[in-house]
Every structure is written in structure tokens, then in C-alpha cells.
């Protein structure tokens, strides 16, 4: 085996390892944006309407539904969500 054969390898198994992380990644990220708009919008609301932190936990607890609702659609049972091709491909052999 060569060495551009090592390198192909190589990057061929980086792109695999990047897009059965992908997944997990979306997640993350989703979390982190409900996260930041709910809480940061409770915030500003309560800055600009002189409140106690009413909206803030408003925004706390619509916060944790999104977050909530993110893992729940990532643990559904997988007969719920369509099957892909390589899981088609994998069921068969």
C-alpha cells in the first residue's frame, strides 16, 4: 500500500466518522440555540418592562420543553422516523 493509499484511507474514514457524528452535532447545537434565545429573550423582556425575572423563567422553562422536545425526537423509537439507505442496505445482508 502507498502512501496516497494511507492518505485516501485515511480521509475516506474521516468522512465517515464526521457523518455518523453529524447527527449528535445538530443536537448540540439545537440545544445551545433554545437555550440562549429563550433565556436571552426572557431577559431582555423583563429589562424592558422593569418585571421581576417572571420572563426570564418564562424563558427558562420553554427553554427546557425545546431542549425536551430535541431529545425526545432523537430517542423516538426508530419505526417512527424513515429509514435511511444505509440502514436499508445494512437490514438486508
Not at 20 to 43: D, E, P, R, W
Not at 46 to 64: E, K, Q, Y
Request: aromatic share 8%; glycine share 6%.
Amino acid at each position: 500500500m502507498s502512501i496516497t493509499d494511507d492518505v485516501r484511507k485515511s480521509i475516506r474514514e474521516a468522512g465517515e466518522a464526521h457523518r455518523k457524528s453529524a447527527t449528535y452535532m445538530t443536537v448540540g447545537i439545537q440545544i445551545v440555540v433554545a437555550f440562549v434565545l429563550f433565556v436571552f429573550g426572557g431577559y431582555k423582556l423583563d429589562s424592558a418592562l422593569n418585571t421581576t425575572p417572571i420572563f426570564l423563567l418564562v424563558g427558562v422553562v420553554l427553554a427546557l420543553i425545546a431542549m425536551f422536545t430535541v431529545l425526545w425526537r432523537l430517542a423516538a423509537p426508530s419505526s417512527t422516523r424513515p429509514v435511511s439507505e444505509t440502514q436499508q442496505k445494512k437490514t438486508a445482508q
